[in-house]
């Protein structure tokens, strides 16, 4: 790579060891990806989790004295406190790790935003901005729907990113890689916000493979909650950093705008019997739940107000969690919405994630509910099983304490 002087005193370590070791793996992304040179970003996200590799990676470059020269906005944690006094006593492990982690990404520069979404509200890029994005619904938002350049960041890799204010130019910060490579035409009746969590998990499984795909057929602009479920289940089942609709997102104002004037490698259709399989593949059967989940990636307000609506004058049968930011929380608060939701016996938690553990404890082995197939993915692991259905739907569901053919 040709580094300027300024980068070529930071690897040396110049500007502080930590410094120096953030710009060691950043060039070393870049040989790996044949970068040429390094660019400033703006803005940064990081997908922290509060898990043993994560705090052992923040603490390292925190103790060799590195501090954020961007201010990164970072993923949830654990309201630890909460849980605690609504859900069981947080084991002490638990609370230490969590603790540790929120200190030291505080102590080395990071904005404690506690949520998944950033983009809907806190760290807004504009069009064009180079940024180093990490979590799997951020990164398509970013590249797609607001027309951002980041790559597929790592928690570490945009750690590095936000301590050094660079990031190595490869991949979807340049021009000729964030055109479509594969048409994509949706047959599919595609209705709701829900339809794109089954059309972004269709997708990769008929295609797999990292190029950008471009949408055709879809009509009507989707909804933010809209873009975000499409975008969440394409970079989960898919690893899928950026995509675009014709007519719609910003960098495909036409098709061919879209493709640059190339054809497509390859043509993939979208019919509604593939979102039937979807459904099949990984809604699950009616019967009885344990619990509903509802908030991955974060709940908007709009969806809390959806909620809200569906348990006025209600009582839930099961436990329930609505998870989303502190912001949303306050909204949803002075809106009326979080008096609505206990009153019915359910609780928003903010800055809380469904994959971080061990907060969930209580329900490993048991059945839940939800709306997002991301959810339901990552807690294979905890087994905890989810049963999948709208969001309205799973709402009634965890009224009767049963999900209903």
Not at 133 to 156: D, K, L, M, W
Request: aromatic fraction near 8%; charged fraction near 25%.
């Amino acid at each position: 790579m040709n580094l300027s002087a300024y980068e070529k005193d930071m690897l040396d370590g110049k500007y502080g060891e930590g410094t120096a070791l953030a710009m060691k793996i950043q060039v070393a992304v870049g040989n790996v990806f044949e970068a040429r040179r390094m660019v400033p970003i703006t803005r940064a996200h990081v997908a922290l989790s509060a898990q043993d590799a994560d705090l052992w990676f923040v603490e390292k470059l925190l103790n060799k004295g590195a501090r954020c020269k961007v201010s990164p906005t970072v993923n949830p944690s654990i309201d630890c406190a909460y849980l605690s006094e609504h859900l069981f006593e947080i084991p002490k492990e638990g609370w230490d790790i969590v603790t540790a982690t929120d200190e030291a990404y505080r102590k080395i520069g990071a904005t404690l935003t506690f949520d998944c979404t950033p983009y809907l509200g806190q760290n807004v890029p504009a069009y064009g901005e180079v940024v180093a994005f990490s979590e799997s619904s951020a990164t398509p938002y970013v590249n797609s729907v607001i027309g951002a350049r980041s790559n597929r960041e790592s928690s570490q890799s945009a750690l590095c990113a936000a301590i050094t204010g660079l990031v190595p130019e490869y991949g979807l910060l340049l021009d000729e890689n964030r055109k479509g490579e594969i048409l994509v035409e949706v047959e599919a009746r595609v209705k709701d916000d829900f339809d794109y969590q089954l059309l972004g998990w269709s997708y990769p499984l008929k295609y797999k493979g990292l190029e950008i795909p471009v949408f055709t057929g879809i009509k009507e602009r989707p909804t933010p909650e809209g873009f975000m479920n499409f975008g969440a289940q394409l970079n989960t089942s898919g690893a899928v950093p950026m995509y675009h609709i014709a007519g719609i997102t910003p960098e495909a104002p036409t098709l061919e705008a879209a493709f640059g004037g190339r054809k497509p490698k390859e043509r993939i259709v979208i019919t509604d019997e593939d979102l039937d399989h979807v459904r099949h593949l990984i809604m699950g059967e009616p019967g009885k739940i344990d619990f509903a989940m509802f908030g991955c990636p974060h709940l908007t307000l709009n969806q809390v107000a959806e909620i809200a609506r569906t348990l006025e004058g209600k009582r839930l049968a099961v436990d329930f969690w609505a998870l989303t930011s502190s912001t949303t929380k306050e909204l949803a608060r002075r809106m009326g919405y979080l008096s609505t939701i206990q009153r019915a016996g359910g609780h928003i938690v903010s800055d809380t994630c469904i994959d971080v553990p061990p907060c969930w404890q209580p329900y490993y082995g048991k059945t839940g509910v939800t709306d997002s197939p991301k959810c339901a993915y990552y807690n294979e692991i905890r087994d905890i099983k989810f049963i999948i259905r709208p969001l309205k739907e799973a709402v009634e569901a965890a009224i009767k304490g049963e999900v209903s053919r």
